[in-house]
């Protein structure tokens, strides 16, 4: 079984910054892309940014100069700096990963963190 565990969520004010991280653990091959999501209360779950295995990154445009996405293959992990954060960007983040579980041609399997909260507000 693969689990991805985040950590890094919390309080911050208007203009601070945070770092989440997300590390998975088990038995597989290895990682396609990985990426962070975000659902706020009552609205559905969006991208907030992914990255490729060879480190190709895309953002969400509510993100883009804020927020900067990087992942550690070594570590198979994942990591979203979060600067100069708004009250809108409060939220749950949620890991995730494409996994190839048995080879380089195993079609990448979907995994999820339980989520971390993130809360902007003075």
């Known amino acids: 079984q693969v689990q991805l565990v985040e950590s890094g969520g919390g309080l911050v004010q208007p203009g601070g910054s945070l770092r989440l991280s997300c590390a998975a653990s088990?038995?597989?091959?290895?990682?396609?892309?990985m990426g962070w999501y975000r659902q706020a209360p009552g609205k559905e779950r969006e991208l907030v940014a992914a990255?490729?295995?060879?480190?190709?990154?895309n953002y969400a445009d509510s993100v883009k100069g804020r927020f900067t996405i990087s992942r550690d293959n070594a570590k198979n992990a994942v990591y979203l700096q979060m600067n100069s954060l708004k009250p809108e960007d409060t939220a749950v983040y949620f890991c995730?990963?494409?996994?190839?579980?048995?080879?380089?041609?195993?079609?990448?399997?979907?995994?999820w963190g339980q989520g971390t909260q993130v809360t902007v507000s003075s």
């Open positions: 995730n990963a494409g996994v190839r579980r048995l080879a380089a041609w195993s079609t990448p399997v979907d995994y």
């Open positions: 088990g038995t597989f091959f290895s990682i396609n892309d």
């Open positions: 990255i490729t295995s060879g480190g190709s990154t």
